[in-house]
């Protein structure tokens, strides 16, 4: 019973191949007679095209078109030997012997539509349109059928300018596939394309008699007559169709028209019906609505109908998260930053796939100072996003708000190494690594991590000014806390609290004339109202330099503006 079966398997195999090309029923000088046949098969052409076809499976070209070319020596007449190494020349950029090979093919086997569309292809990269149109044009004829290669001599024609031609393709697509809007619509692409409006125009009027129902083509017509300065048969087409279908792109074309002519109030009221409108995608809407949000940003009087957008926009999409975003956004600008924020989770509860999402709602609690929110929103964020340092910087910066040093410690040295060419970032977070050893009061440790911050990020101020000032303060390393106070207000001019921080840099290190004055200059920039702190620098810095009197008054000023009043009435009751 074993036999048998081995042959059926066999068998199998054949067909396997035979099934892999096209053309395969003429294989090999069937019906020729040789030395070497059996039943006046060629055994020899056989085994040889057998051979091809093993070394294509294995991706093997070179052996494949060796045991091609001995098919050829067996039988020089095998079509779809010639097709087979003509798609292996092209496969090797070898134009010119694919071209050759595709031609051998349609002269043996002029009737196999696989031939033709391949030399069709190969013509075309060569340039050689006019063989390309005439293998493209025989199976228009005889394959109407094989739609792609009827698209690609529609191209080839409309690229040539033959819109006569391409238009015969359509013609013949539209007899062989049925009635269909997509033809009429290319053949007004093609009228479009040589300037032929009048043509185009009907072949849209066409459309919409037969389908009354597709509703792009009254739009394409009534923008095609406003291009062309007929604004009062535009508006005819729209409100013709409006009345037909009640279409709410017809709503959203008729509402920009009457915005072009000045007629909001009656442009909002298509709006507010293309909005509620089925027939409008999402997307579409939310571009809407959000410029109606930008322009409530700037015009008040504009956020009641900004609102009313966002309510239909909330009932027509229940479960979409997009006109939540809108929503925060247009409470953000009203002044409801809770509201806004409550807006964004709501958006994230429906649809939590959105990094950006999750960041907008982390800056908005980060602004609200409500840093257990923070934590929360990025230890969930985190778990949808693991390869994001992003939110495990937040969780850190939120713990480290906490009082949780340990907790921020983890999250920031996760965030790190997450970090993957982004050295600014990288800066900010072994700033915040600094500031934890800093306050723990770990100050080798701290300098190490500003160290690595500067190199990561030499122009990173925060690490700059921070780490000058406590150094300064520790009265250690005074030689580099001058060389990060300098950089920092030539980074930073006219900010105060650098100025501050330098002017301390410069007292501490014994240069108290210098030191006098930057700290004025930080005076000056903090305006009417100076802070305790800064106040308090310019008595001590006053006071270095004998000038007691200017000194008193600062420290008194420093007093009355909250600073801490045991010191400071220290200094000023001292000799």
């Not at 694919?98 to 196999?112: G, I, R, Y």
Request: aromatic letters at 6%; charged letters at 25%; glycine letters at 6%.
């Amino acid at each position: 019973m074993n036999q048998p079966f081995r042959h059926i398997l066999l068998f199998g195999v054949s067909l396997l191949f035979l099934a892999t090309a096209p053309g395969c029923a003429m294989l090999g000088g069937a019906g020729k007679t040789s030395e070497n046949t059996d039943g006046g098969v060629n055994r020899a052409f056989h085994s040889a095209y057998y051979t091809a076809q093993v070394a294509k499976v294995k991706g093997d070209e070179a052996g494949a078109k060796e045991a091609l070319l001995s098919c050829l020596d067996a039988d020089p007449e095998a079509a779809v030997v010639h097709y087979e190494l003509a798609r292996i020349e092209r496969s090797a950029g070898q134009w010119a012997a694919a071209l050759s090979a595709a031609q051998q093919a349609v002269t043996f086997d002029e009737n196999n539509p696989w031939y033709r569309r391949e030399l069709a292809e190969i013509c075309i990269e060569l340039g050689n349109l006019e063989e390309a149109d005439k293998a493209l044009t025989w199976l228009l004829e005889n394959k109407p059928e094989d739609d792609i290669a009827a698209n690609m001599l529609l191209d080839l024609r409309m690229n040539n300018g033959d819109i006569k031609g391409a238009l015969e393709v359509v013609q013949v697509l539209e007899r062989e596939w049925g009635p269909d809007p997509k033809w009429d619509f290319e053949r007004h692409r093609l009228h479009m394309s040589v300037g032929d409006f009048e043509s185009g125009l009907a072949d849209l009027e066409r459309l919409e008699q037969d389908f009354p129902e597709v509703v792009g083509a009254p739009l394409q017509r009534a923008r095609v007559l406003q291009s062309l300065d007929r604004n009062q048969e535009a508006e005819t087409v729209l409100s013709e169709a409006l009345n037909r279908t009640n279409n709410g792109r017809i709503h959203l074309e008729w509402a920009r028209i009457l915005t072009l002519k000045g007629n909001t109030d009656q442009a909002r009221s298509h709006v507010r019906l293309a909005i509620s409108s089925s027939e409008v995608v999402l997307a579409e809407k939310m571009d809407i609505a959000w410029s109606y949000v930008e322009l409530a940003e700037i015009q008040e009087d504009l956020r009641p109908e900004a609102q009313a957008l966002v309510d239909l926009l909330l009932d027509a999409h229940p479960q979409a998260a997009e006109p939540h975003e809108v929503l925060a956004a247009l409470k953000g600008i009203s002044g409801d930053a809770e509201g806004a924020l409550l807006s964004l989770k709501t958006a994230l509860d429906l649809n939590p796939n959105s990094p950006d999402r999750w960041l907008d709602a982390l800056n908005m609690a980060i602004d609200l100072g409500q840093w257990a929110e923070v934590d929360n929103m990025a230890e969930r964020a985190g778990m949808l996003y693991p390869n994001l340092p992003v939110f495990p910087y937040f969780r850190g910066v939120a713990k480290m708000e906490l009082d949780d040093d340990r907790g921020a410690e983890r999250q920031l040295k996760m965030a790190r190494n997450l970090i993957v060419d982004r050295p600014g970032f990288e800066s900010d977070v072994l700033t915040s690594l600094a500031q934890i050893a800093h306050d723990r009061g770990e100050h080798s440790a701290s300098d190490e991590w500003y160290e690595q911050a500067l190199l990561a990020n030499p122009q990173n101020i925060l690490a700059l000014n921070n780490y000058a000032y406590y150094l300064s303060l520790r009265g250690q390393r005074l030689d580099r806390a001058k060389e990060l106070g300098a950089r920092v207000v030539e980074l930073a001019p006219g900010e105060a609290n650098f100025e501050d921080t330098y002017a301390w840099v410069l007292h501490q290190s014994g240069d108290h004339a210098e030191a006098l004055t930057w700290i004025e200059l930080a005076l000056f920039h903090e305006g009417e109202n100076p802070s305790a702190t800064v106040l308090e620098h310019a008595g001590d810095i006053l006071a270095a330099l004998g000038k007691m009197v200017d000194a008193r008054q600062r420290w008194q000023e420093a007093l009355n503006a909250g600073g801490e009043a045991g010191p400071l009435q220290i200094k000023i009751q001292g000799e």
